[in-house]
């Protein structure tokens, strides 16, 4: 089989995926998906492993990547929303953002005229606000995460054994139905990757979960919060390197709790389909780890806060050559904080601040974000209704979900309707919204800044 | 960018413009009593004595049977910029206008002369404008009375190439959106490559 999935697929890396399409215990895959990686797009994921190996990431405060400006030039030359939007800027620096409804609106505009559209891909995202968007994306996209995975886990003396007799990778998920599927990785070197879904009507007979995955013994096991945490709380000797956490926020005490259930460490990643992975959490905050990814902060207007402030996180990339990034506001919130020419995210807020009125006063997201980190909460959202009351969903166990009202009500959040979730997710939760008008509150102060 | 003469001033030569500049161009000269070359010849040598070399007088000669009519015209439009080239206020630019001049015959009114006919120049005053100031900035002359911003405002109101390229631009960004509108359409039924993590 040559096909556009495997332009590449030799004898052993095809026996590798038999083995798993044909294990007795393996779902019910209902999707077929390949790396789709050619001998140029191997080259530039080679490439680029041999960047991450010899070029320190990141840069000073004050300072930007050489790439930069080149990368601004020619992307206002050649593509359609920059030519428009920076037609009359001199450099980088004068370029304006662009943002999220942009791309959902108009994604072919990001599109540059020369770029040939054969390995054009569209990965399908409703983000957290449930609306649709298409991303435009090309294989190099999805193959990179793998190859600057490879080298974040590398860092932290995690190997990932390559080779087609291997299991790479599971990527978990928890939902009452999502794509599940099979796949070999050409990057690494026939080695195997599952998609699969934790839904036990997904699978044949309810123990073949267990068996599939105790089998196959996946070296890295990555999901969202929920996912994993569904994966701990099943019956498995699963004995992976590292979990990866993604999409969503993952709270410092369901960290701990999966990294003593699995004994490996969890790494938590700052990730979005447009680009992919660009940042790993640490003990400081998000720690940049793309070489080919530029961050700034950026205020309501298209003015970059000052250093240190808080703001909407700006990047641009040049990862994607279908969908390349100037200024793309991502939605998300945070600040920067430099060591040397380490770059890092602090005080991440996944969704622009909402405002809570307590009585006469208000207060933020953040504020309760960071009083809920302490409980093993797998998803919750906050609504305020119109008439003021508090509504909290959430997904936890009863201890843990006792232990947040406690705390929302010792904030004034109150009174408080909880709404414990049960079924498996279908779309990720708001995790804050309110039916009350919201002043301009959007990025017109710093919430964790001092009264 | 210095002062040059009144754009009325060569409205009105236009308008004037004697019967001989706006007959119709023979192919070759030995079927005709006229030859464009000639005349263009005689009015670089306003500025300048050195000769046409035979590479740019080719610029003057008819080349390829495919193209009579646009070469037909364009000869014409360089008849016309002859003529209106002679007004007075031209003759003390200096020597390297004579470039200039035969960079505006042969690449801008060769552009020209694939949108507008030459009798159009000399009938219609928006086209008559546009020749003038077009002949003005080729010469990096500011039309007298007028601010910089203003003849450059004024000439892309007029501007018919600008325009035509506009159009053309705007075809060409709409026939790639529509490409990658269907191509999105049939890769959305199919996979993509496999995604590593969640987003």
């Known amino acids: 089989m040559t096909d556009h999935r495997y332009p590449w697929l030799y004898e052993a890396a095809q026996k590798n995926l038999n083995r798993i399409l044909e294990h007795a215990n393996a779902p019910r895959f209902n ?46 030359a050649s593509v359609p929303i920059y030519r ?24 072919w505009s990001f599109v540059p005229d020369d770029q040939s559209l054969d390995k054009l891909m569209v990965y399908f995202t409703s983000g957290s606000t449930g609306k649709h968007m298409d991303v435009l994306s090309h294989p190099v996209v999805s193959n990179k995460f793998l190859v600057l995975m490879r080298h974040v886990l590398r860092k932290q003396g995690i190997e990932l054994d390559a080779g087609p007799d291997q299991m790479a990778m599971a990527l978990v998920c928890a939902q009452s139905s999502t794509y599940t599927y099979a796949s070999v990785s050409r990057y690494l070197k026939g080695s195997a990757f599952v998609k699969l879904n ?27 919060p929920i996912s994993l945490a569904e994966l701990a709380r099943l019956d498995l000797k699963l004995l992976p390197r590292a979990l990866i956490s993604t999409a969503m926020t993952l709270s410092p005490a369901l960290c701990q709790q999966l990294s003593e259930r699995f004994l490996c460490p969890v790494i938590d990643v700052y990730s979005m389909n447009e680009s992919r ?14 070489p080919d990814c530029f961050v700034e902060i950026f205020a309501e207007h298209d003015e970059p806060v000052q250093h240190g402030e808080w703001g909407e996180i700006t990047i641009t990339s040049n990862r994607n050559p279908l969908s390349p990034l100037i200024r793309y506001r991502t939605g998300d919130f945070g600040r920067l904080s430099f060591a040397d020419s380490v770059v890092r995210i602090i005080d991440f807020q996944g969704r622009p601040p909402v405002v809570f009125r307590v009585g006469q006063r208000v207060i933020n997201n953040i504020e309760i974000a960071v009083g809920l980190r302490a409980f093993p909460l797998l998803e919750y959202g906050l609504h305020q209704q119109q008439d003021g009351g508090f509504v909290l969903k959430v997904r936890a166990e009863a201890s843990a979900i006792k232990d947040a009202s406690t705390c929302l009500q010792s904030m004034g959040i109150s009174p408080l309707k909880i709404e414990p979730l049960l079924d498996l997710p279908n779309k990720k939760l708001i995790q804050f919204s309110t039916d009350l008008k919201q002043k301009n509150v959007a990025l017109s102060y710093d919430p964790l800044a001092p009264p | 960018m210095s002062q040059g003469p009144d754009v009325g001033v060569l409205l009105q030569r236009l308008v004037a413009t004697p019967a001989d500049f706006l007959v119709e161009i023979p192919i070759k000269v030995e079927w005709g009593s006229l030859s464009v070359l000639a005349v263009v010849a005689d009015t670089l040598r306003l500025w300048s004595q050195a000769s046409l070399s035979p590479e740019l007088a080719n610029n003057w000669r008819y080349q390829s049977k495919q193209d009579v009519t646009q070469y037909r015209n364009h000869m014409r439009l360089c008849l016309l910029a002859c003529w209106l080239l002679h007004e007075e206020s031209f003759a003390d630019l200096p020597e390297n206008t004579s470039k200039k001049v035969q960079q505006w015959m042969s690449k801008d009114l060769k552009l020209l002369a694939e949108l507008v006919k030459a009798d159009h120049v000399v009938r219609d005053s928006d086209r008559r404008e546009e020749f003038v100031r077009s002949a003005l900035r080729a010469l990096d002359l500011r039309p007298a009375g007028e601010s910089r911003a203003l003849a450059s405002d004024r000439l892309q109101t007029l501007d018919s190439v600008a325009r035509a390229r506009v159009i053309q631009e705007t075809k060409a960004a709409q026939d790639r959106v529509r490409k990658i509108r269907a191509e999105m359409q049939k890769k959305r039924a199919a996979e993509a490559a496999a995604a590593w993590g969640r987003e």
């Open chain 1, 31 to 76: 999707h077929e998906c390949g790396d789709c990686l050619d001998d140029e797009d191997y080259r530039a994921c080679i490439q680029f492993e041999h960047q991450l190996r010899s070029t320190p990431v990141g840069w000073r405060k004050g300072e930007t990547p050489a790439w930069l400006n080149n990368f601004a030039d020619q992307s206002k």
């Open chain 1, 84 to 107: 428009q939007k920076a037609a009359l800027t001199r450099d980088f620096s004068e370029f304006p953002t662009t943002n999220r409804q942009e791309m959902a609106s108009a994604p």
């Open chain 1, 198 to 224: 934790l839904n036990p009507k997904e699978w044949r007979q309810p123990q073949d979960m267990g068996a599939f995955l105790n089998d196959v013994q996946p070296q890295i096991i990555s999901g969202d």
């Open chain 1, 277 to 290: 992975l660009m940042a790993v959490a640490d003990d400081k905050g998000l720690r940049w780890v793309a």
